[in-house]
């Protein structure tokens, strides 16, 4: 692509983007409250496996089939991405095809890796196919600077050359070899990026002190579905075996991505919050042992099935301790719900944040409804209210978004929840599923 065509794109992409999303970026939830949840409700394939496995298909040298891909802004930014590299997406129904034969360039521009982080992960498969990529850094988020040494150091043990110009990580080798990469944080992105660039390294890779989140695991198994042969993952120590692109494979059917466990969690404790009875399904609840354990012995009456979770009616809960920490420890993404439960509890409850140094935004907006949280450091102490009640709130991320609107879920009177976007980056339909369960919410369209 030239610099002129890779310009009209960029603008061509911000105005759709623009003409898209301009809903979502204004758009404002009122809810009423306060409600009690009933029904069931089918959790959408996750977030953070789509998007790495989106990514992968960028060393299948076929198109490849997904069904149920999640109508989510970040997976419309993954997509947008991979289309600037000449990727062709075509959708049928609810299937979604993905054809990677040809690439026209290997660049990853600012305007799009900007938005969203994971866009970073197109350097792997990029370098592995094509020996060569350019692809914006990511910069700092809401929730933390989140650097990427982690990714380039493990790429550079894999032969890379990188430097870092403009902003920009210009990356090359003749081909990439394998190696053993330990990584000093078990990085979910780092991890992801790394098996991705080995699958087309010559040896075999072994990566050390791998990140164990079950995203992981399905991204080697859509790997595994193309012919590639990777050992361990969901483990910490992950072995792949390097392949030369021919023996990658079309598989005969389409892949399934996995039901998100953050997007279940949410669900879980919005019904335990509500003092309702719901039962959510279409994911695999040993993905949330920790969150499960956690809210069993707060008090939570919980039925725990093959692939769903039913929440019973349950008396006021009590406090907890949690920390969070790697998979399969207590994540980070379900942490500012599990804080907003605890506004509501019985008793003081703490909660530390060990992954990213500013994921406490939630917080004085929580406190806007009438949460006592008090912040020490990385620390949280929430004192447990009976009742919270409505006010207007802003979203400042994913998870702080989802967070707001389980507190208005309960709160006496109406809530006004504005910059729903974040939302919309990773809850599929959020409000209308939960408007099927009986909450009184109304998208008002910006
Ligand atoms: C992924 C998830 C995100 C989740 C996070 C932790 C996706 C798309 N996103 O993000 O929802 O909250 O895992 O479970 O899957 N770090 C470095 N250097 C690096 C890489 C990471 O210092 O090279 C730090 C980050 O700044 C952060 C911590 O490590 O403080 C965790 O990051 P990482 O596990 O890489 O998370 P992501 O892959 O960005």
Known sequence: MSINQ???????????????????FMDKLIVEGPCTLKGSVQISSAKNATLPILVATLLCPYPVTFDSIPELMDVGTIL?????????????????????????????????????????????????????????????????????????????????????????????????????????????????NLIMAAVLAEGTTII??????????????????QGVKIEGAGTSHITVHGMDIKQLKSPAKPYRVIGDRIEAATFIIAAIMSKGEVRVEGFNPKHLTYVLETL??????????????LVKKSQRLKGAIIETAPYPGFPTDVQAQMMALMSVVEGNS?????????????????????????????????EGVEDLSGAPVMCTDLRASAALILC???????????????????????????????????????
């Open 350 to 382: 703490v909660v530390t944040e060990t992954i990213f140094e500013n994921r406490f935004m939630h917080v004085p907006e929580m406190g806007r409804m009438g949460s006592k949280v008090t912040l020490k450091g990385n620390s949280a102490l929430i």
């Open 208 to 225: 050390e002190n791998a990140a164990m989140e079950p995203e992981i695991d399905d991204l080697a198994d859509f790997l595994i579905a």
């Open 80 to 192: 947008k991405l991979l289309q600037s590299m000449g990727v062709k997406v075509t959708k049928k129904g609810s299937q979604t095809i993905v054809d990677a034969s040809h690439l026209d360039n290997q660049h990853a521009d600012y305007a799009l890796v900007k938005t969203m982080r994971a866009s970073v992960l197109v350097l792997g498969p990029l370098l592995a196919r094509y020996g060569v990529a350019s692809v914006s850094l990511p910069g700092g988020c809401a929730i933390g600077a989140r650097p990427v040494d982690i990714h380039l150091m493990g790429m550079e043990k894999l032969g890379a050359e990188i430097e870092i110009e403009n902003g920009y990580i210009k990356a090359h080798c003749k081909k990439l070899k394998g190696a053993t990469i330990t990584l000093p944080f078990p990085s979910v992105g780092a991890t992801e």
């Open 408 to 446: 208005a879920l309960i709160a006496s009177g109406e809530s006004e929840i504005q910059r729903v976007y974040h939302l919309d980056r990773g809850y599929e339909k959020i409000d209308e599923k939960l408007t099927k369960l009986g909450a009184k919410i109304k998208r008002v369209k910006g």
């Open 296 to 309: 069993i012995k707060m008090g939570a009456s919980l039925e725990v099935g093959e692939d769903f979770v």
């Open 6 to 24: 890779r310009r009209l794109f960029k603008e061509e992409f911000l105005q759709s983007a623009q003409k898209h999303f301009s809903g979502w």
